[in-house]
């Protein structure tokens, strides 16, 4: 997909003395009123420097957790503006509200390579309702638009839908476009290619299971999601985290991937206790006991799981191997991480969890790409249009 980059806009349209508004993705997770992880906000800074050295009056805008419609200081963005101001070495103005006076003033205010943050769109219930006159308001700050938050490219929200189209200049920031062409790489993959999915829920797989299953080689499945697809096949599972509702999709998707010689790995053994605080029950089975839960996939089945990545081209990781939060069941999460780390395949792994196993093991820089964006980037890789990428197309 082509999108107009930031250096062309800058180049072709220039942006000294306009302001252009930025949505970037600046959802931080907060702990008791501190940041309590700053990737989204570094994330951010090549586009916000790119802008403001060429000049440009920036109106920067994001949402910040769910306050559902209204004004909450704890998803206040006031603490992330501090954090922008010291990386950006320049003040970055807080504009109280991200519509009506306290924006307008803001942005008046701005000279060149200035920047204002706007507070939390989700303030607002226009912002996740699109609503048309919401999305005016938040036109009428800028002369050109820019979005940057792949995050929520999958919601057609205000910020991300509603206003691009009063925009005769738009543009992709770098991080949004760095996203796309490597998820582009996803799309049409060097083969053999290899998925490794995980985490709580089938139900929140699905979609790109049954996308991926024609164009993958490979499905690894770990996680609590594995249980199900095991009940479907009639293997005990204990106590596991199971959707009973989801059998007859786990079925289905044996029966696709059998059809497409795709070939679909389930964990053969299992950490399992009996309970998710009970670690000090953990042992290594091969069938779970009834009186148990699997919290991890087992030894033989990551190093599977991992050896397989080594003799992958194309690898795509989003989700957990287990319960990894906890210590006693993160040994599948690190073995997999570390096997996809080893591979020379592109690899690109996304999802929160994912990446703070990533982050954890300290092999961020040994993964082909990172994706900032969990489900944006799940929906991306199985073809679909996505609302904030589809906006800035012209
Ligand atoms: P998701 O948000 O669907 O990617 O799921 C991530 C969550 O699933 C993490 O908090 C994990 O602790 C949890 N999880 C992964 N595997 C298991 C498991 N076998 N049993 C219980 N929870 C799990």
Known sequence: MTLRGLDNLIQEVGVRGKRVFVRADLNVPMRDGAIADTTRIE????????????????VLSSHLGRPKGKRDPAF??????????SRLGRPVHFAEDCV????????????DGDIALLENLRFHDGETKNDPEFAQGLAALADVYVNDAFGTAHRAHASTAGMVASFENVAAGDL?????????????????????LGGAKVSDKLGVLEALIERADVIGIGGAMAYTFLAAAGQPIGKSLVETDRFDDARDIYERAAVNNCDLLLPTDHIVATGPDQADTAQIVTEIPDDTAGFDIGPVSASQFAERACGSKTILWNGPMGMFEEPAFASGTATVALGVAESSALSVVGGGDSLAAVNQLGIGDRIGHLSTGGGASLEYVQGLTLPGIAALER
């Open 76 to 85: 206040s963005l006031q603490p992330v503006s501090e954090a922008l101001a």
């Open 43 to 58: 994330a951010s800074l090549p586009t916000l420097r790119k802008l403001l050295s060429a000049g440009a009056r920036v």
């Open 100 to 111: 009506g006076a306290p924006a307008e003033t803001a942005v008046a205010n701005l000279g």
């Open 176 to 196: 949004l476009q760095s996203e796309t062409v490597n998820l582009d790489r996803l799309l049409t993959p060097e083969r053999p290619f290899m998925c490794l």
